[in-house]
Structure formats: C-alpha cells, structure tokens
DNA sequence: AATGAATGAGTATTCATTCAT
DNA sequence: TATGAATGAATACTCATTCAT
C-alpha cells in the first residue's frame, strides 16, 4: 500500500503539482480513505521527500557508475550519461518533473540535501568534461561549469516536453543531442569561431 | 497601482510561486487592502494571464525581429537568439520562471493561447535552423526541431541558476552558450563522429 | 496488562490531560499496539470511568472509616482527614488531578455516580463539623457546609502545586494545614471579630 | 465583534473547556462563519492567551492596589483579598476557571508570563501574611508561604462549585471564608493546640 | 479609488474505534 | 492475547473572493 501511494502520488504530483493535489486526490483515486494515507506517511512532506531521495539518489548512482568507469574515453561517458538521463524519462518522468519543481516544499534539511545531490551530479559531468579536456578529447577552452549547466538543461528540459511515446522516442531524440553536443550545429568549412 | 501590483507580484510568485503567493502576501507587502487587489484585477487568474502574456508577446515580438532580419547569416541569427533569452534573465527572470512553471494555473483559452505563442518562438528557432541548413550554414543532418528544443533547454534552463549578481554574467554565458552550440565539445582531431 | 494500561494512563492523563492524551500515546509508552488496548479496555471512557471509580471509592472508603469511628474527638477526625487527603499526593496525585479536571469526559450515569461519591465526602467532612459543634469543640456560629468546602479546596487545590519531592513534605504541609483550619491566622489579643 | 467572540468563548471554554470547544461551535454559537473568526483572531491560542492576559492582568492590578495600601492592618487587607476573588466568581467565574484549567494551551512565552503573575498574586499574600505577623496582627508561627496557598486553595477552588444563584451569595460565602481564615474552627476554651 | 468586514469552500492532519487474522 | 491495517468524522486553519461604504 505505501508503494501504493507513492506510485499514485509521484503521478499526480508530476501532472498537477504537489501543491495543486490533495490528500483527498491521491486516496480517491486508490479508493481508500485519509486515515490510510496517513498510516502509512505521516505527513504529504514526508511522502515528497521520500519519491526526492529516490529519484536522485538512483540517478548520482548510475552517473556515479559511469563517471568512475576506468577504461571508457570521456566523450563516450559523456554520451552514456546524456542517454542515461534522457531515456530515464520513459519511466522517471514524473519524478524528475517533481525533483525540478516542487523542492521548495521540502523541509529544511531534505532540501539541503537533495540541493546537495543534485550538485553531486553536475560535478559528475563537469568532471567528465574537465577530464576530456586533459585528455585531449574536448577542446581545451571550454568553461566546464556553465558547458556542463547548458548539457543539463538540455536534458532537463526535455523532462517537459518529451513525450515517450510520441513522434521521437527518448532513444532518438538522446542520439541527437549526443550529436549536437558533441559536434556542435555548423558546417566546419563554415566554421567562423 | 496596476503596475505596481504586477511588479510586486511578479516578484513573489517568481520566488515563491503562484499557489505560494496569497494576495494577502501581495497586498500586504505592498501596504494596501485586499480590495484595492480586486478593484484593479479581477481575479488572481487574471493577474497571472497578464503577467504571462505581457512576458511572453515581448519574447516573441524580440525574436520575430531577429528571425526576419533579411540580411543577417542564420548563424548569427542563432546567436542573437541566444544572447537575447540568456540576457533577458537580468530583467526578466521572475517572469520566465514564472511561464515555465505556472502556465498550468491560467485559465484554458489563455492557457492555449500562451501554448500557442510559446510554439512560435520553437517554431522561429527552427526556422533558423532549417533556413542555416538550406544555406549550408549548419549540418544537413540536424533534426530541426529537436535540436531547437535542445537549444532551448539551454537558455530556458539557465532562468533557474544564473544568477545575473553571480560568478558569471549573463553575457559571457550566452557566449559560452553559443560556442558551445555552434561548434559543440569535440576536439575536431579527435572526431570520431 | 490491564493494570500496567491503567497505571501508565493515570500517569499521562495526569500530566498532560485526557483529551490530549491518546491511544497512541498510551501504547507507545507501553511499546504494545492499539489493538492491545481495546482487546483491555472497550473504550477510552471505560477507562477514564475505572481511573475515577478506583480513586474516589478507595478515597470514600478511607474517609468513611475516618469518620465513623466513635471514640475518636471531632477534631481529631478533621485533623485525620486533611492529613488523609494531602498525604494521599505522594502516591494518587495524578489520579486526584483527573478526578478534579476529566469528570466532564464520563459518561452521562459514570458522572452521576462518581458526583454523588464526591459529595459523599463532602458530606463526611459536613458531618465532623456539625458533630464538632454539637461537642462543643467548634465554633457554634460555623456554617458547615460551607466552611467543608473552605477545607476541601485547601486541600484539592493542593494537588495542583504540592510537589512531594519539593521543599515542604506532604506531611508537613498537612501540618500546617490543620493548624490554619483549627486556629486561623488571627492572633487572639488582636482579636476584632 | 472581537468583543462578542471573546466573550462568547470565554463562555464556551468556562462551560466545556478549551480542547473540548471547537472554532466551529463558537460561531456557530454567534452565527457567523469560521473565516469571520480568523479574521480577528490569527489562531485559537491566540484568543486564548488574550483571556488569560485580560482575566489575570486585572486581577493583579486589583490586589497590587489592596496590597499596597498604606494605612490598612495586614487583617482586612487579607479580607479584602478573600473578597475581591470570591466576588469576582459572579463576573469572572468561566475566565478564572480557564486560567486554573487551560493554561497549559498557552504558547510557551505566554505559559511563562502567566505563570509569573500567578506567581505574584501568591506573592502579594504572603506579603500580606509576613507584614501581619511582623505587625502582631497575626500569630508568629505561621508559614506564609503554605497558609497562602491555603487561602488561593480555598477561594480558588470555589470558582469551581460557587454558583452566584445559589442558596449562599459570592458575598455571605466570602465572609465565612474570612471567618474562618481569620479565626479558624475550634473553640478557644478547647483549645488543644 | 480604496477599505475592511465577512464568507465558504477547501486543506492537512488527528484520533478513537473496528476487525480480520 | 495481540496485531496492524483501515476507517471516517472531526479539527484548526487558509484563502480567493464579495460587497457595502
């Protein structure tokens, strides 16, 4: 029942938003009652929190795992974790559209670290772009910090517009922007840097 | 007392959101009455309908200007798009933070209408590209629409941690933006497209 | 199991009131289940009416023998009684607090009966006084009933501050209690009734 | 209609208690809405704390004013005391029953500052009973400070069964109340002390 | 142009109680 | 004996909105 609710609950919090669902929304659409909901979480800040840490807490998992890989050229980490992200909308959409929006109802402490989590990810990437740079894979003038924000906001963003089963699956659309990060949108004979 | 109800508001549904902000937090940190609130809008939804459109209309009107320039290359064209959202955060954060998040509160015709007119600016970027594409400006490969998208994600991204006060100003990081999106994070050399 | 409820109970009802004491607290203290609870007692008020009736019957009882001894001076009675009651703080107190404060929680024939057993004492101590000046050993002019109320509130009331750990034993206190009530505060020289 | 609440609730929490009386049975007592009441009072501790402030405020002003009369013997000081408190049960009997009763739903701040002028009030009467005794007026092996809690115990305790409409007024109880403080119960020619 | 009193529908949360196991 | 899941009615409180002045 508790994955009950928070199954049902990451749904409706990412369609309307946390603040915008009920208590009364959520046990309705399970045909059970208040009392059930609160069994099982004491507080709907509590139930935010949980579906925050386990959403972020599997994805710096899965970044972790590609980021500390050992043999595999940065370039291409850079490409697993674009796809990683990108296609996890398939399954995680909801809770992602809930980590990007609703933090703000978290209790103090959560918010400090799922704030800090989220960080943890942004300094997985930019350390991937920092090592390609060394290595001679990126070029060497890149600002690692704001290049590895724009890649984030491209996955991010597409969390709210990305339909999976639309005209473009997160397959498709995760090689073309793996393309387009890594090569840019010009012609190089054009190349006018 | 129009302008200034809006300014105010602006301000704290940017930093708190719609359904955060009550008119009584408005009103009172404006120091007048609920009623003056309502003898100038008629509703809350009203409020948020202008503050989304005024936002909006401006965006579009800026970017038509750019996109119908009959001399400028397309990839200039990118570029001023670029730097035109990116700058715009200085003096239109709260409203940008405010379209990408609180559309779902406006009422279904001006929610439509909004929808309609956030497409057009899609619709001009990809204009942008698909044109740079026929002059051989941009690869012929690009898919037109989800790379705009991903340009998008970008900038409208950048609404979110950019701070205009921080490390880096808005200006060097629609540059860095643009480097970026114009000739992406490979080292030519190392290309292994 | 029924006792070591009831016990832990007296001591939460007695600290932080009946309404705001719930199952939930009482079976949390006891680290059993709600379930346990009811398969003991069937309701809260059942035991809230088992609190009150084993306190005021053992109070009524103790009282009775007080004042139904026959050789015993009157004064000597009222002196027992006092002594009795406040004496009584070090091991009923908290059962002495419900009975002056959760009466309202009974039900309506628990009230009735537990309000004829207060009166009852109300009418032992009535009894002493009315004895006592028939003997001679009172004050003719007292009016009885009103001055067994005098008393009683000095010593009810004493069940609000009296703490047996504190500067002034139980003992004591009654001490100085009986010899308030025998001789007032009035020196007799200065006597100006 | 702060006022009309006020009194309303005074009433209500006197009659039932403060747990026991709901928002909603007070307007509904007053035929008003909910929001009317929070119109003027932010919460319902709020309303509380003001009639414990209001009750005891002016009940330590009345007995500072006694207290520190410069020509009255301590005696009739004392008797002024028992008075005031027994009369004011005609006025006054449901806010003094709350402030024996409710005072722990007080905010933590509030608890503490009512609890200090509760304090003053045993205060003054034990000034009272010590400048009695340096004056002779009263006998010299007094306990101030537990014959004080003996008189608030029995004036005290009578806002709980005093009834102004009773066989015995406010003022006839007042006076056997100071009659028998004043002179105690036993006949002087028995007396065994 | 502005106020302030009043409303009523809605929200999160609590809690005594039931009951199948 | 004891559990734990589930209930439903009640509670304090919020808030957008109305309206007479």
Redesign the pocket.
């Known amino acids: ?1 508790r994955q009950t609710i928070k199954k049902e609950s990451i749904r409706l919090f990412g369609e309307n938003g946390f ?7 959520i ?1 309705q659409a399970l ?15 509590e139930l935010l929190t949980e579906i925050h840490f386990e959403f972020i807490d599997n994805l710096v998992e899965q970044i972790d795992e590609i980021a500390s890989h050992t043999t595999k050229k940065n370039h291409q980490k850079l490409v697993d974790v674009v796809r990683l992200m990108v296609i996890n909308i398939k399954s995680e959409r909801s809770s992602g559209n809930i980590l990007f929006r609703e933090m703000r109802h978290l209790g103090e402490n959560s918010y400090t670290e799922i704030a800090r989590k989220r960080y943890e990810v942004r300094e997985r990437v930019e350390g991937i772009i920092e090592e390609g740079i060394r290595d001679g894979e990126f070029r060497a003038n890149l600002n690692s910090s704001i290049v590895s924000l724009g890649i984030l906001g491209i996955v991010n963003w597409s969390y709210q517009w990305l339909n999976p089963e639309g005209k473009f699956s997160p397959e498709e659309v995760a090689n073309i922007f793996v393309d387009m990060i890594l090569h840019g949108v010009l012609l190089q004979e054009e190349d006018n840097r």
Chains 1, 2, 3, 4 share one sequence.
């Open positions: 029942m603040k915008e669902t009920s208590i009364q929304d046990v045909h059970v009652t208040k009392g059930t909901f609160y069994y099982y979480f004491s507080s709907k800040e």
